[in-house]
């Protein structure tokens, strides 16, 4: 045993962000890296436990390459703020302006996006035969761009983007509809009304995480008319998830998205297929 491990093939990424310490990402990666037989090593660079601000990843992304890391997953705030560091930006990368995902190879950082279609594919599997004319989203960010890239692929007709930096949301929603056609996304004018008229609301900001407690919306606004995503998965279970849940409606949390997202990462850093049911079993067993 010990031989075999010492000749398997080693891979060494990492995840940076802000108050971070509790993802489950890592043990997802190095259990499917073991289940394939790889030395699969993931590290967790989080700008909190290091008293670093984001200022510090010009210096974290160069360091990564120097030691010989694989990749890096990217999380709040960084999406878009490594953008101007990287050499290359995939397709999807360079239309949503965020990235998740950054592979290091041939001398060359490269940035992907996993991050929609781990959005698309959660949703197909869990609110896809609802209905879609209107939603509202939370949040016009790096992850919020990704959202809202998958939720107009998924046939949503119109999406309106609520931010606390209106002029971001406009900006999202001018991208969106110039990609997409016509009018179909949109900053609301005016949330009560916006989230009356809704079939389902989103949230993609990082409210509902056990750093950042709370709604992204006043509860009162919620009715039973709705059905109700967040991103989130720390807790699996967000103040908004439990106040709609408790008014009859259907909820998507945001553990099939880190599944996903976490397969198409795994994909890109190893060019090894994953096994996204033994990924979703291993996520959900912790």
């Known amino acids: 045993m010990a031989a075999q491990y010492a000749s398997a093939q080693s ?45 510090a990843l010009p210096e974290l992304v160069a360091a990564a390459r120097r030691l010989g ?17 990287l050499d290359e930006l995939t397709p999807d990368a360079q239309a949503l302006g965020a990235v998740n995902t950054v592979v290091f190879r041939d001398g060359r950082s490269i940035g992907h996006n996993t991050d929609w279609w781990g959005f698309a594919e959660s949703f197909k599997r869990e609110l896809m035969d609802l209905s879609r004319d209107r939603v509202v989203q939370f949040g016009a960010g790096g992850a919020g761009a990704a959202v809202a ?12 983007i609520v931010d606390t930096d209106r002029s971001r949301a406009e900006q999202l929603a001018s991208e969106l509809s110039k990609r997409f056609g016509g009018e179909r996304a949109e900053a609301a ?15 993609t900001t990082p409210v509902g995480m056990a750093k950042y407690p709370g709604m992204a919306l006043p509860a ?26 408790a008014l009859g409606c259907r909820t998507m949390g945001g553990g099939g998205m880190a599944v996903f997202q976490a397969v198409g990462a795994f994909r890109l850093f190893t060019g090894i297929e994953p096994d996204p049911e033994r990924m979703r079993q291993h996520f959900q067993s912790m």
């Open 189 to 203: 004018d005016d949330l009560e009304p916006a989230v009356a008229r809704a079939n389902g609301i989103v949230n």
């Open 11 to 55: 891979v060494l990424v990492g995840l940076v962000g802000s108050g971070i310490q509790a993802s489950r990402t890592p043990a997802m990666h190095e259990r499917e890296g073991a289940e394939q037989g790889l030395r699969y090593i993931y590290k967790l660079i989080d700008f909190d436990m290091l008293r670093l601000g984001p200022e």
């Open 149 to 160: 890239h998958a939720l107009l692929t998924l046939g949503v007709g119109t999406l309106e």
């Open 220 to 245: 009162p606004l919620l009715h039973p008319g709705l059905w109700v995503a967040d991103i989130v998965y720390f807790p699996l279970e967000t103040e908004l998830l439990r106040a709609a849940r």
């Open 69 to 85: 890391f694989a990749g890096l997953n990217v999380t709040y705030p960084c999406k878009q703020a490594i953008i101007p560091l």
